[in-house]
C-alpha cells in the first residue's frame, strides 16, 4: 500500500522526493547494537523520512533494552560478590549514595558508565582494590 508520502518531494531537504521502502537501522544501548527494520516514506537525497509506526519493533526494542540493563545489573552483583565487597562498601567505592548498589543490582537505577568501567577493570585486576581502599591512586 502506498503511504500519502510516497513520490512526494521531501519536505525535509527539498532536493529529493520520498519513497515507499524499508530500511536498515541500528542503534547502540550502552556498548550492544541493536538491529532493525524500518518501512516508511524515505528521501532519495537526504535519506531522511517518516517512519511508520510499528507495536511490534518498539516491543522488541524494549525487550532488548530490558535484557541488557538486566544484564549489566547481574554483571555488577558477580563481580561485587567476587570482590566481598557489601554494597555500601561498592557504593563507597565509586561515590554513590549508600544504597545506590542495592538500586542498580534491583534494575531500578542505571550506573554510569564509569562505575560500570571501574569494576570491569576490578574484575580483571583485583588487585587494585587494595589500592583504592588505601587511597594510593588519589589524584597528584
Known amino acids: 500500500m ?3 508520502w510516497n513520490s512526494k ?12 521502502c524499508v530500511q536498515q537501522k541500528s542503534l547502540e544501548y550502552r556498548g550492544q547494537h ?6 516508511g516514506a524515505f528521501c532519495d537525497h537526504c535519506h531522511d523520512g517518516f517512519p511508520d509506526h510499528d507495536d511490534t519493533e518498539e516491543s522488541a ?3 532488548f533494552r530490558d535484557k541488557v ?5 547481574a554483571e555488577l552483583a558477580r563481580i561485587r560478590k567476587k570482590l566481598k565487597l557489601t554494597q555500601q ?9 549508600h544504597n545506590a548498589f542495592s538500586r542498580y543490582e534491583r534494575g531500578e537505577t542505571k550506573p554510569v558508565q564509569a562505575v560500570l568501567n571501574l ?3 576490578l574484575d580483571h585486576h583485583p588487585d587494585l582494590l587494595k589500592e583504592i581502599r588505601e587511597g ?5
Do not use: M, N, Q
Not at 518531494?9 to 515507499?20: I, N, Q, R, T
Not at 541493536?34 to 518501512?39: F, G, P
Not at 594510593?136 to 597528584?140: D, F, V, W
Open 119 to 121: 569494576f570491569r577493570l
Open 9 to 20: 518531494p521531501c519536505p525535509l531537504c527539498s532536493e529529493g522526493a520520498l519513497h515507499d
Open 61 to 63: 526494542w524494549i525487550a
Open 69 to 73: 540493563d538486566a544484564e549489566e545489573a
Open 89 to 97: 562498601e561498592a557504593a563507597r567505592i565509586t561515590g554513590g549514595g
Open 2 to 4: 502506498s503511504s500519502k
Open 136 to 140: 594510593h591512586l588519589t589524584a597528584r
Open 34 to 39: 541493536y538491529a532493525y527494520e524500518v518501512s
